[in-house]
C-alpha cells in the first residue's frame, strides 16, 4: 500500500477510442486495454447505444427458472461460433467465476461417471487463472497464491511450452509423463491458448496444442481453454483455439474481459454435450447446483451481442491488419541490446528489458504517464494489448512512446 504514495491512481474522468482523459485533462492511450477488457477502446457507440436500448426493456431476471432473448441469442451465437461442438454455455459474472465453474463441471461430471479417482487439476507453469480460491489453485504465481497456500487444493504443474525458452517438445514430453503416470487421477488440463498472459505473455504454437488435445483425450482427461484473456480476437481469431482446430475443440471453453467490450461484467462457459449429458438427470444430485445472482444479466448480455456484431461485419480482418501496424512499429526493437527479442501473437506484443533494475515496472508505468501512456510491465516484461483502433500514426505513437520511456528508465531519470 505505501507504493500507492510514489504511484498514486490516475482519477480518469472520460474516454473515447482508445484514449482515457483524467481529472486535469491529460489523455493516456490505453495501450493494455484496462487490462484486456476494452477491445474497442472506451464508450464504443454502438455498445452503448446497445445496453440503453435493452435498460429500457428489461434490466435484470434471473436466470433461475427464468430467461430471456438476449441471453439465447447469445449463447447460440457462440456456440456456433465452435460450430456447435461446444453447445451448452453457462453465464457468470467475471474470469475467476468462469474458472471456478469449470473446476467444478469437470470435477463433478468425472465422479458422475464413475471416475471418483480423478479428482485433481494440472495447469502449465507460470500459468495464470484468476485469484478465487479454486482458480487461484490452478494457478502458479507464488507472489499471489503464499499468503492463502493453506487454503488451496493441490495441483500439478507441468512445464510450459514457452517460445522464449524453446522448449515445446520438452513441455510435451513433461505432460506425456504426467499423464502417463498420473492420469488416473486427473480431472482436466487448464491451458490458456496461444498466450500464456499473466505468465509474462509467454507464446506457443497451435501445433504444441494440437498434440495437448491428442493427449488428453488418449488419457480421459478433460481439457479446459481458459480464454478470459486470448479470446475475443485478441490473437487473431475469435477464439484462440481455431488456429488449432475448427473440428476438435476442448471440452471446455472460457470467454470474459473482451467479451463485453470492456462495458460490463459478464463470463461465459462453453462446454461439451458429454459434459451436458452427465447432468441432464432426474437425479437431483447429479445436477450442476451453481448461480450467481448476475448470471446472464441481460444489460451485459446485450453488450456482448453488440460486440459480436462487430466480429460478424469483418472485424477480425481488422485486426489482422492493425497486428501488422503494430509489428511494423516495433520492429525497430529487433536487434535493440536493451530488450529481448520483441514477440507477438495477434494483437499481443511483449518484450523483455534487460538490465531493468529494481522496481521496474512501476518506474517504467510511470514514465509511461510522463508520456502519453497507460501501461503496465509485468516484472521486466513490457506488453501492449492495445484495443482495435490502431491506425499506422498510432502503432508509431505506441512505438515512440516506449522507445523513451525506455530511455529514461534505463538512464536512471
Known amino acids: 500500500m505505501e507504493r500507492l504514495q510514489s504511484c498514486p491512481p490516475l482519477a480518469i474522468r472520460s474516454g473515447h477510442d482508445g484514449w482515457l482523459i483524467d481529472e486535469s485533462g491529460r489523455r493516456y492511450f490505453d495501450a493494455i ?25 428489461l434490466s435484470h431476471v434471473m436466470l433461475g427458472g427464468c430467461t430471456h432473448e438476449p441471453a439465447v441469442r447469445l449463447a447460440e451465437r457462440l456456440a456456433a461460433r465452435t460450430n456447435h461442438q461446444l453447445g451448452h454455455v453457462f453465464f457468470a459474472s ?4 468462469a474458472v471456478e465453474i469449470a473446476l467444478k463441471q469437470c470435477f463433478h461430471a468425472k465422479a458422475i461417471q464413475g471416475q471418483g479417482s480423478k479428482t485433481l487439476f494440472a495447469c502449465l507453469r507460470n500459468s495464470y487463472h484468476g485469484e478465487t480460491i479454486g482458480a487461484l489453485s490452478v494457478t502458479d504465481v507464488p507472489l499471489f497464491q503464499n499468503a492463502y497456500r493453506a487454503l488451496l487444493t493441490d495441483t500439478l504443474i507441468v512445464e510450459s511450452p514457452d517460445s522464449r525458452d524453446g522448449n515445446e517438445d520438452a513441455a510435451l514430453k513433461a505432460l506425456s509423463n504426467l499423464l502417463d503416470e498420473r492420469g488416473n487421477e486427473i480431472a482436466a488440463l487448464v491451458i490458456e491458448p496461444r498466450v500464456q498472459c499473466g505468465g509474462g505473455m509467454s507464446m506457443h504454437s497451435p501445433e504444441y496444442l494440437r498434440k495437448v488435445r491428442q493427449m488428453t483425450r488418449q488419457h480421459d482427461v478433460y481439457l479446459i481453454a481458459d480464454e478470459i484473456a486470448v479470446g475475443c480476437g485478441r490473437t487473431g481469431t475469435f477464439f484462440a483455439w481455431e488456429q488449432v482446430s475448427k473440428t476438435d475443440w476442448p471440452d471446455i471453453v472460457l470467454l470474459s474481459k473482451g467479451i463485453t467490450g470492456g462495458n460490463l461484467p459478464l463470463s461465459v462457459v462453453l462446454s461439451s454435450e458429454e459434459i451436458f449429458q452427465c447432468f441432464l438427470s432426474d437425479d437431483f444430485t447429479k445436477g450442476f447446483l451453481h448461480s450467481h445472482s448476475y448470471t446472464g444479466n441481460p444489460l451485459a448480455c446485450a453488450a456482448a451481442n453488440a460486440v459480436l456484431d462487430h466480429f460478424d461485419e469483418g472485424l477480425t480482418d481488422a485486426i489482422a491488419q492493425q497486428a501488422q501496424y503494430l509489428s511494423q512499429a516495433f520492429d525497430r526493437f529487433n536487434g535493440d541490446s536493451r530488450v529481448s527479442p520483441v514477440r507477438q501473437c495477434g494483437m499481443i506484443l511483449a518484450f523483455e528489458v534487460n538490465n531493468s533494475g529494481n522496481n521496474f515496472a512501476e518506474r517504467f508505468h510511470m514514465q509511461g504517464r510522463a508520456h502519453e501512456l497507460l501501461i503496465r510491465p509485468i516484472g521486466n516484461t513490457v506488453y501492449l494489448i492495445p484495443p482495435y483502433v490502431l491506425n499506422q500514426e498510432l502503432a508509431e505513437f505506441l512505438a515512440n512512446a516506449v522507445d523513451q520511456c525506455l530511455d529514461k528508465v534505463l538512464s536512471g531519470c
Open 33 to 57: 486495454s484496462s487490462w484486456w477488457v476494452n477491445i474497442l477502446g472506451h464508450t464504443n457507440q454502438r455498445i452503448t447505444a446497445a445496453i440503453i436500448e435493452q435498460a429500457n426493456r
Open 94 to 97: 467475471d474470469g475467476s467465476s
